[in-house]
């Protein structure tokens, strides 16, 4: 039977498709709106699928723990330096909260529960600590796509620059997986690998190769960011077709 969740399913991917159209231009402008449009479309779906999966109180459990914890990291991060690095955000992405857009807060919700479904499949039946490990892992894979993403766009910039590409230092990633694990660990999360939060994961891996080798050309990015969410969209999918037992 369709779904509402399936309806959601299809106006996140028109959203993915619309992006790179909405950011083809240099403006700053089309940029912000065509970031905000796809983290919104995201959210939705993302909230749909847990209310409608979860029990009330774990759902709303996990939609206000992860923007308010992803908050936190990115207000403490951008004030400190710890433990991304230094970095400070532009005025590129607003509506901000003490400097840090709330697009930032959002995006983590929007894929944390993709991650999680991820982490389920590749790693099914392991102990808590270890799936918070692995979701954290699947949650910075994504973000060697985001961060070089975003820097280049110049929405945030880095205060000291690091040796990965654009200047972006090692330790953004360290902090990320840090932050994702003790997100995923705080919010306990219930099974997911029957809603579609795999199949986002697996399409964002492949959206995002797309715009950054052919919209954006940045290679360097689609490359690494590519083979690092294939260590987990790979055994994941290989799992769900039966190569790989349940």
Same mark, same amino acid.
């Given at each position: ?17 619309? &992006? ?13 709106? +065509? ?12 909230? +749909? ?7 009330? /109180?774990?759902?709303?459990? /996990? ?36 400097? &840090? ?17 991820? /982490? ?20 910075? +894979? ?43 660990? /705080?919010v ?39 083979i690092?969410?294939a260590?987990?969209? &790979?055994?994941?999918v ?9």
């Amino acid at each position: 039977m369709f779904q509402v969740t399936d309806a959601l399913l299809l106006v996140w991917f028109l959203g993915m498709v619309a &992006v790179p159209l909405i950011a083809r231009t240099e403006r700053t402008r089309s940029r912000s709106r +065509a970031i905000s449009l796809g983290v919104v479309v995201q959210v939705v779906l993302v909230t +749909a699928v847990l209310l409608t999966t979860w029990p009330l /109180a774990a759902a709303l459990r /996990a939609l206000v723990l992860v923007p308010v914890l992803g908050w936190v990291a990115e207000f403490i991060g951008s004030s400190t330096g710890i433990p991304f690095g230094h970095y400070h955000y532009t005025d590129a992405l607003q509506p901000q909260l003490r400097r &840090v857009p709330l697009a930032i807060p959002a995006a983590w919700l929007m894929m944390m529960p993709p991650s999680w479904a991820i /982490a389920e499949l590749v790693a099914p039946g392991a102990p808590w600590w270890l799936s918070a490990v692995i979701a954290g892992a699947a949650f910075t +894979a994504w973000d060697m796509y985001l961060d070089p993403h975003l820097v280049g766009w110049q929405f945030w910039k880095w205060d000291v620059p690091g040796r990965f590409y654009l200047g972006i230092p090692l330790t953004n990633f360290f902090g990320w997986f840090i932050w994702a694990a003790i997100i995923t660990a /705080a919010v306990q999360p219930r099974s997911l690998t029957g809603t579609s939060m795999w199949l986002v994961y697996v399409l964002t891996w492949l959206f995002q190769f797309g715009g950054h080798m052919v919209f954006w050309r940045m290679r360097v990015s689609a490359v690494v960011g590519f083979i690092a969410m294939a260590v987990f969209a &790979v055994p994941a999918v290989m799992r769900l077709l039966g190569y790989l037992p349940m």
